[in-house]
């Protein structure tokens, strides 16, 4: 049987560092030792960076189907025609459009089962939308591509934004909602509903057995007793009082400028932030280079580089792989994680009953 794990790994926008930051983390020859790598992308598009930033070279064994790698090395699916212009740091449709077609063909992989976890290069939002595509990101559009189940809605696949490290995890409430819309976005339900879904991710992904969760408040020095608000009062604290009554370990609310700033973020397994900017500030301040975007609660495993596009430095050679490598690495862990945790818990052991109860059964008889 063979227990390499396939690596999908989507190019995201060709005007960006994605070919870049995936040759570079891939020109290290013991990564094929560890899994086998599918780009989803153009060996066009890699050839012309790699030459244009004189990369160390990757052999690139071009293939037409996933279904197709060759365990040993590194793999590409051309989804893109060789007419597509290479405009580095431009934001273009064709590139958007590039992207797209290599998350297509990665997601119908991985329905497939020819690829076992996807990693994903930054995208551009504007230029990826299309008729197909129109989310504000990655977690969105999983979402809808997981979170059905015979053509209906399921409330088993809801996607969880998941920033993470070896030493912290960051989950949002919110992911990409306006921060005008945030306030009455947050409820009770949906923060208990976030909080059950990153206490269980903790458990099943990361091999957290009694995860400890430090959830942040709305408001600036979490309300200061209503001072500046109610919404710790009325909604996050009742919210926490039913995760714990639900055997979750949660905590809080915590104000999250002295929150990261002290190192309290320390003392927990996970931090539950209510909006984008609250938990990504800090994460990304922390952790920029070896940060991984983690989309937690669907039925896939999906890694990305918690970085964008870097039009900024396309093709001068500056960008960092170390978080596409992190990303690559949690892949294949949560995926080893999940594969053991189900496996464990597939057969529970039946409970045993006492000595006292098997007397009162035969009493009853």
Known sequence: MNNIIRVGITHGDTNGIGYEVILKALADERMVELCTPVIYGSAKVASFYRKAMELEPVQLNRINDASEARDGACNIVNVVGEDLKIEPGQPTEAAGAAALAALEAAVADLRKGNIDVLVTAPINKHTIQSSSFHFPGHTEYLEASFGRQDGENTDEAKA??????????????????????VAQTVTKELILERLEQFN??????????SPRIGVLSIN???GE????????????????E?????GILAFGPYASDGFFGS???????GILAMYHDQGLTPFKTLAMDSGVNFTAGLPVVRTSPDHGTGYDIVGKNEASPDSMRAAIFMAIDIFRRRTDYDHACSHPLRRQSTEKEKRDDSRAE
């Open 263 to 269: 190192g309290s973020y320390k003392a927990f397994d």
């Open 220 to 222: 600036p020095h979490a």
């Open 242 to 246: 039913d995760a714990r009554a639900k």
């Open 200 to 209: 269980q991710s903790l458990k099943r992904d990361f091999g957290i057995y």
């Open 225 to 240: 007793e209503g001072l500046l608000g109610n919404e710790e009062k009325e909604i996050v604290v009742p919210a926490l």
């Open 160 to 181: 969880l934004m998941v920033m993470c490290t070896d030493y912290m995890r960051v989950a949002l409430v919110t992911a990409h909602t306006p921060l005008a819309c």
